[in-house]
């Protein structure tokens, strides 16, 4: 069973930056996207950052030009570089793998890591 293990959240100054990584526990076939999502208390679960297969890498409006997504050429690494935080950051930090599996996606979620944005 697949296992995605994310570190790097944590309590940061407005202004700050924090690294998240997310590495999973085996090797992954055939990958169709690697994204971060977030979710925040009382709201709902938002796409941060996605790359994908065929459509490159997107960002939500509210992180670009703070956040970059990255991996490692095996996709099973990812990374999420978040510059210029803001108290609206604070949530709960997931990544995502999807994979095709034949004809459908599977996908696979990381435990979640908080971070924290306040003075």
């Known amino acids: 069973q697949v296992q995605l293990v994310e570190s790097g959240g944590g309590l940061v100054q407005p202004g700050g930056s924090l690294r998240l990584s997310c590495a999973a526990s085996?090797?992954?076939?055939?990958?169709?996207?690697n994204a971060w999502y977030r979710q925040a208390s009382g709201k709902q679960r938002e796409l941060v950052a996605a790359?994908?297969?065929?459509?490159?890498?997107n960002y939500a409006d509210s992180v670009k030009g703070r956040f970059t997504i990255s991996r490692d050429n095996a996709k099973t690494t990812m990374y999420l570089q978040m510059n210029s935080l803001k108290p609206e950051d604070t949530a709960v930090y997931y990544c995502?793998?999807?994979?095709?599996?034949?004809?459908?996606?599977?996908?696979?979620w990381g435990q979640g890591t908080q971070v924290t944005v306040s003075s």
């Open positions: 995502n793998i999807v994979r095709f599996n034949g004809l459908n996606k599977q996908g696979y």
């Open positions: 085996t090797s992954i076939s055939n990958i169709y996207s």
């Open positions: 790359i994908t297969s065929g459509s490159g890498i």
